[in-house]
């Protein structure tokens, strides 16, 4: 059966990845006020679509936009579900073991649930940061990993008094380093142009080579009591998890606040939305989810009902707790946003 939405009374300690530390602060939401009759999110009424834009290439304008409403994200009560702690929190706890059912923990990764989870984790951070500077047609940029341009941290993440910059990230991503999807932790590429090809290569592969039916693209099936038969989607594998080990700390760095030994931020679920530019490069993989659809042959949506009807819980942009279903999440037009076009290159990039 499908999941149900996460049990907050049940919500816990979290776990860091790759450890047995505990996380030293609670990474559980908020306790909404009626907590058994939390209702289903219905998509709002679109007046006008959110068009999400290529992050290398925005202007002055959106950037000050960006940075504004993010800096008052910062601001927030901590309290506040809509504050940034409180939204990275929910990665944290989705991610982490903080929710379980039963025995089970709940883990969003490594199966069919990592698409439609982020992609309503993204829509409510979105609105969140379009009403904290009351633009209701505001959009994430989208960090476009898959074009050659797009291969380096996009600038306006590395500008150090900015609310979009991470302190805790890994310095050899800094001034357009570019990175190497196969192997994120090398800090000196010696011949850019065969990286780009190789990253090229391997987004084929993810897209094309191995990703020719839905199950291969999202990910292993995963149904309440069954959590074991872990399986990450193609995307997911590579590029997604190079993108994050890559901007995430090595072992070991004391970047002034203390050692860091889990790859903090971006390398670590519990503390990988920690980093603003989490979200930018989160609604790449989700524009890859689009456009992986539109490729043809069996790319399509999965029709299980044990994927449509399981469930997450978000608090929206007013404060509000909903659950919301995967199966409402499959067009990004009903939901309200859309991607700016892009060129595909690694479409002419088979192996
Ligand atoms: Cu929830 Cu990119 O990880």
Redesign the pocket.
């Known amino acids: 059966s499908p999941i149900p939405a996460p049990d907050l009374k049940s919500c816990s300690k979290a776990t860091k990845t790759g450890s047995k530390d505990v996380v030293e602060y609670s990474c559980c939401p908020p306790t909404p006020k009626e907590l058994n009759n939390i209702p289903y999110y219905n998509l709002p009424p679109m007046s006008k679509l959110r068009k999400r834009p290529v992050a290398q290439d925005v202007t002055k304008e959106y950037i000050a936009k960006y940075e504004l409403a993010t800096k008052r994200m910062k601001e927030l009560d901590k309290d506040d579900p809509r504050s940034f702690m409180q939204q990275a929190n929910i ?1 944290c706890a989705y ?1 982490n073991g903080a929710y379980k059912f039963g025995d089970e923990v709940l883990q ?2 490594n199966s069919w649930f ?1 698409f439609p ?2 992609r309503w984790y993204l829509y409510f951070y979105e609105r969140i940061l379009g009403k904290l500077i009351d633009d209701p047609t505001f959009a994430l940029p989208y960090w476009n990993w898959d074009h050659p341009k797009g291969m380096r941290l996009p600038p306006m993440f590395d500008r150090e008094t900015t609310p979009l910059y991470d302190a805790r990230r890994n310095p050899h991503v800094r001034n357009g380093t570019i990175i190497d999807f196969n192997s994120p932790r090398d800090e000196v590429i010696t011949n850019v142009g065969q990286t780009v090809t190789n990253n090229l290569t391997l987004m084929y592969r993810s897209m094309i080579t191995n990703a020719a039916c839905p199950l291969q693209f999202f990910g292993a099936r995963y149904v309440l009591g069954n959590n074991d038969s872990k399986g990450q989607g193609t995307i997911e594998n590579i590029p ?1 998890t190079p993108v ?1 080990i890559w901007a995430g700390t090595v072992k070991n760095t004391d970047l002034g606040g203390g050692k860091l030994s889990l790859g903090e931020d971006m390398g670590n ?1 519990y503390s ?1 939305s920690l980093d603003p530019v ?1 979200y930018c ?2 609604a790449n ?1 989700d524009r890859m989810w689009k456009v992986w659809k539109g490729l043809g042959g069996k790319r399509r949506d999965i029709i299980d009902p044990d994927w449509l009807n399981s469930e997450f819980f978000f608090y929206d942009e007013n404060k509000n707790p909903y659950r919301v279903r995967v199966g409402d999440c499959l067009d990004t037009k009903k939901m309200g946003y859309d991607y700016a076009p892009a060129a595909i290159p690694w479409i002419n990039f088979r192996p």
């Open positions: 990665h991610c969003v990764h990592f989870f982020h997604h994050h679920f990988a989490f490069h989160h993989v």
